[in-house]
């Protein structure tokens, strides 16, 4: 018989290693803990390496044709004079094709309709308990159903329960001073342009989705546990479009941001692994959270079936995160949140003077990757 996979969590990265598993011909069960998958959520960039891990997964042109490819982009400041401008087509040579914007909600779609009908996706059910064995107890209406599996593929996300259970002396997520607010605009017919606009401690950031709406995300510096708010006023005296693109949108998300600070020493703990935001929830700042939740996704369901399969796993995945995650966090302290004027000003002088074929290469660091054959 096919061996059996319990995925605890149907997020993007539980459905991608669903995916993955099934392809690779394991039995596959998906225990999500929301009563149903509802069309909520923003926007999410996927790069290049995310694209190619869902080429992989065999829905790639779906997720090609349900987004909106990225053809320029950079870096402004508040005034909207630019510091860094990465021309048409640039970023598509460089690295094989350009970034793709996609609403969350198309993108989790994709992915469930992909699955074929002989895995079980079970929502209502949450993980309360699970062993090194295999064993998973999930609580649901008809009260706590057992189930055992030869792989337990824990994409619990950034609080994740399996870590706070078999990794108990880990850390946890930790919040890094930002709070974030994302939207999506009804269809918008003005004049747009794809960037990054920064000042001091804060950031905005345009994506233009496939049907026409327009997906932003702004993020500033804040006491972390500070009462909802709405979007920050200072972005109100932001270059156009930005204050037209916050009025127009109807809802509007809030997140104090969190990440992993502690990477944990392994992600496999016997028949267990973690994988995406529970093994290592990193910041928003280079926009490769949801990417490298694709890539463990491959990897895993590439290894999963060989008799050091978990290990296999956490040998090509681990490092390989940490480092991004890493990145990913020192980007966001040279980036959005820097707010001493002088260091503001030294790195926008640095950022001008760097050919942008150096930004390229250094973007390619981690947008180049391929998965293994
Ligand atoms: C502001 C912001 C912007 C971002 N932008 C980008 C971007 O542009 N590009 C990018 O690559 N990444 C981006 N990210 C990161 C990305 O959103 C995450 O890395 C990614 O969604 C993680 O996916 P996941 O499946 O690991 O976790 P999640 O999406 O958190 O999914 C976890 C799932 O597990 C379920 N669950 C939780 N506990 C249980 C339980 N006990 N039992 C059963 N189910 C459970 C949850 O309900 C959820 O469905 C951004 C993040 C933020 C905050």
Known sequence: MAPSAVVVGGGIGGLSAALGLRRAGWRVTVLERAAAFRPVGAGVVLQ?????????????????????????????RADGRWLARIEAGRLERTLGTPAYGIHRAALHQILLDALPADVTVRTGAQVIDVTTDGEVVHRGDDGDVHAEADLVVAADGIRSTVRKKLWPEASGAAPIGVTAWRGVTPVWHGDLVVAISWDRGAEFGIVPLADGRVYWYAAVNAAPGAP??????RFQRWHDPIPELIAATDTVLQDDLACLDEPLPTYVRGRVVLLGDAAHAMTPHLGQGANQALEDAVVLASVAGRPDGPAAYDRQRRPRSQQVARASRM?????????????VAARNALIRAVPPRLAL?????????????
């Open 228 to 233: 909802p708010a709405p979007v920050d006023p």
């Open 48 to 76: 290049a390496n995310g694209l190619r891990c869902l080429d992989e997964l065999g829905v790639g042109d779906a997720v090609r044709q349900g987004g909106r490819p990225d053809m320029s982009g950079g870096t402004r």
């Open 361 to 373: 290469r250094s973007m390619a660091r981690y947008a180049g990757w391929r998965p293994p054959h």
């Open 331 to 343: 980007m966001g302290r040279y980036g959005q949140q820097l707010d001493n004027p002088v260091a």
